[in-house]
């Protein structure tokens, strides 16, 4: 009983001390605060005169008697807003004032936060070192999202190794992310091959696969519609969708026999993509199907076959009346609710 | 015979009194551990990142999120509340305002303010809930609906606002509550990263009375100069910072708060929705999702992080506060006694040991235990039936570890996430957070012990909740 009484006392005094000494730390902090925003905002003055006078020394100076970490944050900040030969500008004179170097450090030395914003930072700066530092925080950072932050800029410098190896340095509790996605959209065309290898892949994460037939289909075109149609059949519903959303945007010649065949899938999700698919490529001759799936058990399926039919026009628009009017179901009742949508009278 | 007899009260009271110290012992070690979880977890975060670089990093694939908005009488600010919730920083997300068959002019104070006009949208009936009236449109922006519906509790508008939504994630917030800008944004964050275990997510509840607030923003920060809720500001970043946190890095969180919290939709569909009736909708939830996902036995995450924020007004008198822990309490009761069958059930791994067990002993027994602390450990010293020893111990728990809980909570706000702008605020808070267990914390637990009182008598009510309204704080 002693002892928890005597523990008590040494937690709390203990306790106080150390809240003692954080507002002490607190008080200093503010002083140090008030200086960095005062040289910030010193520093975003030099910057702005700099677009327009392009005093190079001027901006250099200012730059050089800021603290490190305020050159770092404000003149990624004002970077982000330039475009052109203003921003180039910046850039040399931030290069010749070693600013890269130190973010270079910082993506070896700082905290998590710190290290994914070096990433974001060095591919804005774009200098020499910038690849190395980030193929080496691909490769050994113990943060996984500091590591997707290396392949993001990587790939906008680039330099982004090829992707099953980026992927695997990314590791696999890394390939649920949606900044794949994100990285995947940032791949230039030289590189989609790459993207539609990995999507191919059966063995790799069904994720990481439907993210690239979703970048392959926004940025890769028509080029990649036999590739679609090919995975449309594929048995991981993830990837399955994925291919019938792509062939929705690019249409194939064999489009409606492929989605007649998705729309009787297992998976509603697969079900939900073929019939926006059909919809958005207009295909009437698939209004029997559809019609079919306007009794889904599931309402995304059969809110998806009724904006399918009321996009085919007035063939889609009459079976969906024929259905309104007929008896209670739940296609009629999907259908007149469809019918229904939009500002009420 | 008389020997007989007091040898028997004594070994009567020390057993009694050996119960009501090993219930605040339980409780203490909870609370240490759960300091020790919760300094890891916040350790081993990133760091806050500023707004504009979440945007960046995130803003293209951010998923999209309806913020379902119950209003119950909330004509004074709900105009304003809506103009805040809109100009959110988020890329994809609609406002979803179910108005719960007000009976003064919420309604119409929204049909005025944003020109809305009926609207016919097809929505699911999943999840059961009163009829609703009609939806309205707003032709000044696509991002806001309004549901009318008759009233049935906020349950059951949470419920049809999960109906009408068409986002796969939806986020729950209080109509009179304010969120910072990039809530929503640092909210979606678990849901980027890991979109396919993430159901649920919770985030940082502030008391809001004494900061500047304009346009249904807050401005400046500050403390509140009122003792009541400047005790709950303390009281809140034990349960948020301490609690929660700790609970999260296990994936134990056993609370997601119905205040603002970010939800899967199909998860939440498959469980059936909020409990209609429930005196804790939001704990209730919670507990059904953990229960659903380790049926099916599906790999999951539940997770509170504290960078998202929602400011909301808390209670500054002793009656409304008084009848807020009592709901409070009834409702940790409800859902203990509802699921009772998880409770150190196997099946349910660590949320049945952990997540009940700190049920058991911090909501259940806590309280009763230590108010009959407060009466029989001292009366029975008095008496000479106890040593001091047995006093000594029973203050240590109370008092000398209660303030080193609440300092520390206190510690890990200042060493990891620095959120309260002045020094002076923080010195101001180390004395609330010693002071609050010297009066507040025993009203507090009377409170709950009422609850439970109310609770076996079968009390459903939720009480009035008088709110002065966020607006009305200093300007």
Avoid at chain 2, 100 to 116: C, V
Wanted: aromatic content about 8%; glycine content about 8%.
């Amino acid at each position: 009983m002693w002892m928890i009484w005597e523990l008590s006392i040494l937690l709390s005094a203990l306790s106080l001390l150390i809240m003692l000494f954080l507002i002490v730390r607190r008080v200093l902090q503010e002083h140090r605060d008030k200086a960095a925003a005062d040289q910030r905002r010193q520093l975003l003055t030099a910057l702005i005169a700099f677009t327009e006078n392009r005093d190079s020394e001027a901006l250099k100076a200012v730059v050089l008697g800021v603290p490190a970490s305020v050159a770092i944050n404000a003149g990624f900040e004002f970077i982000s807003l330039l475009r052109g030969e203003e921003r180039n500008g910046v850039l040399v004179a931030f290069h010749e004032c070693g600013l890269p170097a130190l973010v270079g450090r910082l993506l070896e030395r700082g905290n998590v936060a710190e290290r994914i914003h070096a990433a974001e930072m060095l591919a804005a700066l774009g200098s020499e070192d910038a690849t190395a530092s980030l193929l080496s925080a691909l490769d050994h950072d113990r943060s996984r999202d500091v590591r997707i932050a290396a392949a993001i800029a990587l790939c906008d410098l680039g330099s982004l190794p090829l992707l099953g190896i980026a992927l695997d340095k990314i590791g696999v509790a890394g390939q649920r992310s949606r900044r794949l996605i994100d990285l995947f959209r940032r791949f230039p065309r030289s590189r989609f091959n790459e993207l539609a290898v990995h999507a191919s892949r059966a063995d790799a994460v069904p994720f990481v696969r439907a993210a690239a037939i979703d970048a392959l289909a926004r940025t890769g075109g028509f080029g990649f519609a036999d590739f679609f149609a090919g995975l449309a059949r594929s048995d991981s519903p993830e990837v399955a969708a994925a291919a019938l959303r792509a062939l929705g945007l690019t249409g194939h010649g064999a489009a409606p026999a492929i989605l007649a065949v998705a729309m009787t899938n297992a998976d509603w999700d697969v079900r939900t993509a073929a019939a926006d698919a059909a919809g958005r490529l207009g295909l009437s001759e698939l209004a029997a199907p559809l019609s079919m799936l306007m009794d889904d058990e599931f309402w995304t399926v059969r809110y998806a076959a009724a904006n399918a039919l009321r996009s085919l026009g007035n063939p889609g628009e009459r079976l969906l009346r024929e259905m309104a009017g007929s008896e209670v179901s739940r296609s009629q009742r999907t259908a007149s609710l469809v019918l229904a949508e939009g500002p009420a009278a | 015979m008389i020997a007989d007899w007091s040898h028997q009260i004594v070994l009567a009271a020390t057993i009694l009194s050996w119960f009501i110290i090993g219930a605040g012992l339980a409780q203490t070690t909870i609370y240490l551990l759960q300091l020790i979880f919760a300094g890891y977890a916040l350790s081993k975060r990133p760091p806050v990142a500023r707004s504009a670089l979440l945007w960046h990093r995130y803003g293209d694939v951010a998923p999209p999120i309806a913020l379902l908005v119950p209003a119950y009488n909330e004509a004074l600010n709900v105009v304003e509340s809506v103009h805040s919730m809109l100009a959110l920083e988020y890329p994809n997300f609609e406002v979803v305002v179910i108005n719960d068959g007000s009976k003064d002019d919420t309604l119409q104070r929204l049909i005025e303010a944003f020109k809305l006009t009926k609207f016919h949208r097809p929505y699911e009936e999943a999840l059961a809930h009163k009829p609703i009236r009609g939806l309205y449109s707003s032709p000044m922006t696509e991002r806001l609906f309004v549901v009318d519906k008759e009233n049935g509790g906020k349950a059951d508008a949470q419920n049809a606002g999960i109906n009408v939504c068409r986002a796969p994630l939806f986020c729950v917030i209080d109509g009179d509550s304010i969120l910072e800008p990039d809530a929503l944004m640092r909210a979606a964050q678990p849901f980027i990263d890991d979109p396919e275990r993430t159901i649920a997510v919770g985030g940082t509840i502030r008391i809001a009375n004494g900061s500047k607030i304009e346009a249904g923003r807050v401005r400046e920060i500050h403390l509140p100069r009122r003792l009541l809720p400047l005790f709950q500001v303390v009281e809140y970043l034990r349960a948020f910072l301490m609690a929660r946190l700790a609970w999260s890095s296990i994936n134990t969180l056993m609370l997601v708060s119905g205040a603002f919290g970010m939800f899967r939709r199909a998860e939440v569909v498959a469980v059936g929705g909020f409990t209609k009736g429930s005196m804790g909708e939001d704990l209730d939830l919670v507990i059904k999702l953990h229960r659903h996902m380790r049926d099916i036995g599906r790999k999951y995450r539940i997770q509170f992080i504290p960078e998202p924020v929602c400011w909301t007004e808390a209670p500054e008198t002793l009656s409304v506060l008084a009848r807020q822990r009592s709901r409070w309490q009834r409702g940790a009761l409800e859902c203990f006694f509802r699921y009772r069958s998880m409770l150190f059930n196997p099946r349910y791994g660590r949320v049945g040991f952990l997540g009940f067990g700190h049920i058991l002993i911090v909501d259940v027994l806590g309280p009763v235990a230590e108010v009959l602390g407060y009466i029989l450990i001292p009366a029975f010293w008095l008496l000479g039936i106890l040593s001091a020893e047995y006093l000594l111990a029973f203050t240590a728990l109370i008092f000398t570890y209660g303030v080193t809980v609440s300092v520390c909570s206190l510690i890990l706000e200042e060493a990891e996430l620095q959120r309260f702008p002045r020094a002076r605020d923080l010195a101001v808070l180390t004395a609330a957070a010693v002071i609050e267990n010297f009066g507040y914390r025993q009203l507090n637990n009377f409170w709950r012990v009422k609850g439970w009182w109310q609770y076996l008598r079968g009390n459903q009510g939720w009480g009035e909740m008088t709110r002065t309204g966020l607006g009305g704080a200093k300007k």
